[in-house]
């Protein structure tokens, strides 16, 4: 186990890229070696972001597979769909390890992604070799791998909140029904107008209800975990806000379970996992008190009069839906403490 690496970030000049390198500084093991723009290279990277100057002091480079195998031991792709599809293969037979954001590497089924993103997909033997780290509740698979997929962020909140309870067998997979928000970075930096001031300040929109990406990525895992198909119903709503997301999660309760007994088998689940809070006190979590942190925190409420459960998932999307669990998985890729470098806290208010 080696206690040094050299780390590159191809969509530097992005915000996962950017959260990247701000959490990277902390990390003890890390250095990073090359930040990769296809639009800027040349430029120091402080000129893209300004909070950045003289913390991290790097100019970016081209997007030059042998240019970065020579600088770097492991790559971070932090790029729009159909980047990683193309290039994952060509970095690993660099020599690089891999560690994707982006949604490209998620999904097993070529045919699914084609359907979902509307792109060619990755190679079968990326998709193959490809390990998905949701570090939680998959991380045992992703040590010594060299490709890992990170979760999505409306996945990555979702998840953590239902598997323990479907895996368990106290909720009615067929009934769940997932009501998502995220704040507006989730978009990330690009132009748009869906990101537009004066189109999200006092507004509330649903978007994408039916056709969102996750949908497919949602039901694998828990497809995974019941051990037989699942679908489910999945609307993400924008919220004017900057980060964070809630997903807030109806499924009608299998037999009798209080609320104490789902907070009970969750805390046994979750037991040595430090990013998972569980709420202990009836209060449901609210996106501030996970705000810049690679907290998890998950509460729920039962209802007796319609026998059904509700859970409710806070994470930060830029943190742990994104750079915070890319960090957490390549520590557990590298046989280090898991939470190496992301142990801060939230910031509030
Ligand atoms: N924002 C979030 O909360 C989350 C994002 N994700 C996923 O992570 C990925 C990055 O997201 P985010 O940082 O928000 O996106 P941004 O749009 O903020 O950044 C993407 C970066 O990718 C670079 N890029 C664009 N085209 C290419 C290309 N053809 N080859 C190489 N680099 C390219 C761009 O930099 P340049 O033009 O300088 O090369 C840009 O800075 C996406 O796949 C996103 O879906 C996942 C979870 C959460
Ligand atoms: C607010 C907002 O627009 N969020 C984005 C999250 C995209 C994302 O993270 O995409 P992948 O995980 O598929 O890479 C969305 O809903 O599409």
Avoid at 151 to 158: E, I, N, Q, R
Wanted: with cysteine; hydrophobic share 40%; aromatic share 8%.
């Amino acid at each position: 186990m080696s206690n040094s690496l050299r780390a590159a970030i191809i969509g530097a000049t992005g915000y996962g890229g950017a959260e990247l390198i701000r959490l990277l500084q902390a990390h003890p093991y890390v250095t990073i070696t090359s930040v990769v723009s296809t639009s800027n290279a040349g430029a120091p990277l402080a000129e893209s972001f300004p909070h950045l100057n003289q913390i991290f002091v790097g100019i970016l480079d081209e997007l030059d597979v042998d240019l970065i195998a020579g600088k770097a031991d492991l790559v971070f792709l932090a790029t729009p769909a159909g980047v990683s599809a193309e290039l994952s293969m060509k970095l690993l037979a660099a020599g690089l390890k891999v560690i994707d954001i982006s949604g490209d590497l998620r999904l097993k089924s070529a045919e699914a992604y084609e359907n979902w993103y509307k792109k060619p997909a990755a190679p079968a033997e990326a998709l193959e070799r490809a390990v998905y780290g949701l570090s939680e509740v998959f991380g045992d698979e992703v040590k010594g791998m060299d490709l890992i997929s990170n979760p999505g962020c409306y996945p990555t909140a979702t998840l953590l909140g239902l598997i323990p309870a479907v895996q368990a067998g106290w909720i009615d997979p067929s009934t769940i029904i997932i009501d998502a928000k995220s704040g507006v970075s989730g978009a990330g930096r690009g132009l748009g107008l869906g990101a537009h001031y004066a189109e999200v300040n006092e507004n509330f929109s649903a978007y994408k209800v039916n056709k969102h990406q996750h949908i497919p990525e949602i039901e694998q895992a828990l497809s995974r975990i019941a051990g037989k198909d699942i679908v489910t119903t999945f609307t993400t709503h924008l919220v004017p806000m900057t980060r964070g997301i809630m997903t807030t999660m109806y499924a009608t309760i299998i037999g009798e379970h209080t609320e104490a007994e789902f907070i009970e088998m969750y805390r046994q689940y979750y037991e040595g996992r430090k990013f998972v809070r569980i709420r202990s006190n009836g209060k449901m979590p609210a996106t501030k008190e996970v705000l810049g942190s690679n907290y998890c925190d998950i509460g729920f409420a039962v209802d007796e009069r319609t026998g059904r459960l509700t859970i409710c998932s806070v994470i930060d999307n830029v943190v742990k839906g994104a750079a915070g669990q890319a960090i957490q998985n390549l520590n557990l890729m590298m046989g280090w403490e898991e939470t190496t470098g992301l142990l801060f806290s939230p910031v509030y208010p």
